[in-house]
């Protein structure tokens, strides 16, 4: 599984017919201290991941372990959205806590 | 799935007889960002791509899930013509407008 | 399979129902000389390993061949708790042995 | 799909037995422009190819996907001799065509 | 398929029942001129290799093709002891004969 932050979209129109419905979006590829790898991923989402969502990825047939992503022509999905990242005892990540409604 | 530019074209006589009548189209690899990527790959278009064209492919066991190549030996295929991508809130890829049959 | 030494935990609430009640670990990416070759990789724990354990994990397809893992979008899972890599005749890992619970 | 040319042979005697009679192809790698990728691959020959023919390849469980590599430990195999690639326009490969035996 | 050579072992006790009874090997990464190409791969042994023999690999799901490893979480095996290896009519490896046991 590759860890990665959603950074944008992809739309395709044009596209075998086991594709429609599903959405493209494009993560940047991270590593678990969360440094950018230097390159791009296109994934389909399979759990509402939004724009700088730390997502994890998964690839190959794998991918297609998902109802939604079941027999497709797609070799990579997003299947979880990350709350945080432990290495040696300190968060290399933490998502941040949704904001109180009543908070000041 | 990876993205690429459609660049050119491949011809083989011979082959797997489950290969005939497959076209195999040269992809320019591009990231997110529609840079090179400083290679080339191989892969069967299954949605009638053109030179030019950003396309997505797939990979592994995922390029046998079209209708076209289902059961081949066949590693990549091209299933989906991009018509935008969108990074950080800007457009890194834009596919042109047809012009209009009529414009001057 | 690649070896590599468990340093972390990752942590997702919302995933693919699949995943629920699977442990994800962090594992610092080693060589069979124990030198970092300079990665991580997220995988799904299958044997009860433990921070520090140097373990083997397997990818891909064959990532789902486990019964905890069976069907699920994931990629990468540890199977095995490595004791001891011999190379050219000399020990590059052995595992430590337990403490005597009587030992001083 | 991957481009290269036939440059060797690989024997093996003690081997599975579902490999017998296959021959081994030891395989140079090229770009889409016939550069040299500075490596080499091994695989399993289900066209026919010979010392000198440019060829592609398919890897991972696609490989199995032929009549001769159905089901067997084989995650590479030849599966089309290349007549010719053309980028941009022009040739980057173009197979010699067989000298006529009459010719003078 | 990949080239190595066998220069090692690695042992685990605690690992997927699955695995019970299979041997892991170390196995020096080469390329089709005997040229270490800096890495290892862990694959298991289904041919009986030995230390020092030079042998051919397979990765991802071809790797469970054997009677050995068929459906376990296994995703390198070896499937054959290597020969010769011949490139551009010159050998870069050939096994040495048996010594005959009458000879001085």
Request: charged share 25%.
């Amino acid at each position: 599984m590759q860890l990665g932050e959603v950074v944008g979209t992809l739309v395709s129109t044009r596209k075998d017919p086991k594709l429609v419905g599903l959405k493209f979006l494009v993560v940047k590829n991270l590593d678990a201290e969360m440094r950018a790898l230097g390159g791009y991923s296109v994934a389909v989402d399979t759990v509402g991941a939004g724009l700088g969502d730390v997502v994890l990825h998964v690839a190959g047939s794998s991918a297609r372990m998902t109802e939604l992503t079941n027999d497709r022509p797609c070799d990579a999905c997003i299947m979880a959205i990350v709350d945080a990242v432990e290495i040696d005892g300190r968060y290399t990540y933490e998502k941040a806590r949704d904001a109180s409604p009543t908070s000041p």
